[in-house]
């Protein structure tokens, strides 16, 4: 079978495998590490694949329709996101009036709303749900006859079927190295990571998380939470591939969601690291719990930065959102980061279930007081398919389920929480002030200064601060306009209004 990949175009430029996808801040753009991952394992089965990212190329529907129908494929694989999906499926339709080939979207919106993708899309055949790398090529070895194929989902008599769940993959050194198809299809100049030095390249170690967060997006509608690893060797033997084979590659980040749930595991990784004398800088995601001598070790393997997900700074608002970390264990293992040299990126967001005016300005106190390197405070979004989701809807307090309101007219996820104690436009002048009074405070921005004198911090620091001030200029002449049909900040629904 003859099988191509797609990120389909989109008016904005965002990252469909981001947990975050919008139009970034700063200038982030991702590689489509889920799309590729599946490209390598059906070619490694036998089948002829074509990677194609319209988004990093600038591409409309009818170039990359073109570009698709040169390689006559058998079957579109088309990657979908909650904001984007109303466009995604209107160029199924587009694609299937040109080119004949079946059409298979993934991602986690069909995955869970089918029924409303088939409604969206006339012509769509097949929708692969969760993880679909297996999927994909069952379905090739089916001749793409969707009838017993695990983990497919299908239109049959105007009636949606539902076939049986796939297991997640265990054996993920199954999946060739994700490089290796990065390099053949797309251009690492494309894609870029605003905390990384650039070129990036994007990996993953293991898929799942096993934590409970309320509001993660990708563990509870896509990979599961139960963790699954690359072997030690498999993984660093493609970071070595990249070191020889990808040498304009300055930094590698690893995509998994908690790259350090298993410590020993991680150790092991630097030791092969350090005993191959592998020269290379790496950053990760990571939680607050490593232990001091696990950080010395990612040290001195290359780690250079972590991203933190410490979210708020009041322990009531942390175990509501289920968090299962303390502010004490967070604050020991800023201490111990900070000690190891590795720098820290931490994520805090503002809206959480409880929040308040006072637990926010605790936050923003407390990650004042831990300091990180970088911070980044956003609102939360509650993505369909999440714990969080399903509290705030039954609660009231969700103000659209409209997939196109989901982003601003600017490209960023729109704030579509609305409480009766602290109102979304509240929200919203509460994340911008205070990122600006976090970098403006001056222990912090001389800090900054301080540990980005190398070349390439330089270089991406003043990227990453020039597309951030574009935004909040473009953020601030989008307040006097007026878009009819979108939420705007100090708006609410009628929704919202029944609920008073």
């Known amino acids: 079978m003859r099988v191509v990949f797609l990120t389909t175009p989109f008016k904005f430029k965002i990252s469909r495998a981001s947990r975050w996808p919008e139009q970034t801040k700063s200038g982030t753009l991702y590689y489509p590490f889920w799309t590729a991952q599946a490209a390598g394992y059906c070619e490694s089965q036998g089948n002829e694949i074509l990677l194609l990212d319209a988004i990093a190329n600038g591409w409309g529907f009818e170039t990359t329709i073109e570009k698709i129908d040169e390689f006559k494929p058998d079957l579109v694989v088309v990657d979908t996101s909650l904001p984007s999906i109303k466009s995604d499926a209107k160029f199924v339709d587009q694609l299937k009036e040109k080119c004949d080939t079946k059409v298979c979207m993934v991602g986690s919106y069909p995955s869970i709303y089918p029924e409303k993708v088939f409604e969206m899309s006339s012509s769509l055949d097949f929708i692969a749900f969760k993880e679909y790398d297996e999927t994909i090529v069952e379905l090739c070895n089916n001749n793409l006859k969707p009838e017993g194929v695990l983990g497919i989902i299908y239109s049959k008599d105007g009636k949606v079927v539902k076939n049986k769940d796939r297991p997640f993959l265990k054996d993920l050194d199954k999946i060739p190295f994700v490089s290796k198809i990065y390099k053949r299809f797309l251009n690492p100049a494309d894609y870029r990571y605003a905390l990384a030095r650039h070129p990036m390249i994007q990996i993953m170690s293991a898929r799942g ?245 190398h070349p390439s911090e330089m270089k991406r620091l003043s990227k990453a601060s020039y597309d951030y001030l574009i935004y909040l200029l473009e953020r601030k002449l989008s307040k006097k306009k007026s878009k009819k049909g979108s939420i705007k900040p100090g708006e609410v629904s009628q929704k919202s209004n029944e609920r008073k």
């Open 209 to 453: 998380c096993p934590n409970m967060c309320v509001y993660c997006n990708v563990p509870q509608t896509f990979m599961s939470r139960d963790f699954r690893m690359r072997s030690p060797k498999h993984f660093v033997d493609e970071m070595e591939w990249i070191n020889k084979n990808m040498p304009e590659i300055k930094e590698i980040f690893i995509e998994d969601d908690t790259m350090t749930v298993d410590k020993e595991r991680m150790k092991e990784i630097c030791k092969l690291i350090m005993d191959r004398g592998l020269k290379i800088v790496w950053s990760c995601n990571v939680r607050a719990d490593i232990p001091y001598d696990v950080l010395v070790m990612m040290k001195k393997a290359g780690c250079r930065m972590m991203i933190v997900g410490y979210e708020s700074g009041n322990q009531n608002i942390l175990n509501n959102i289920k968090k299962g970390i303390t502010l004490e264990m967070a604050e020991e293992f800023t201490k111990n980061a900070k000690k190891a040299g590795i720098k820290i990126f931490g994520c805090f967001m503002i809206g959480l279930p409880g929040d308040t005016r006072e637990t926010i300005q605790e936050t923003f106190e407390w990650a004042k007081k831990v300091n990180p390197d970088m911070a980044q405070i956003e609102q939360i979004v509650p993505f369909p398919g999440t714990e969080f989701y399903d509290w705030a809807k039954d609660k009231g307090y969700l103000l659209t389920d409209e997939p196109e309101e989901w982003l601003n007219e600017t490209g960023q996820l729109n704030f579509i929480i609305d409480y009766p104690n602290l109102r979304r436009d509240e929200i919203a002048e509460l994340r911008d002030k205070l990122m600006v009074r976090f970098y403006l405070n001056p222990k912090q921005f001389l800090t900054m200064l301080k540990d980005n004198l």
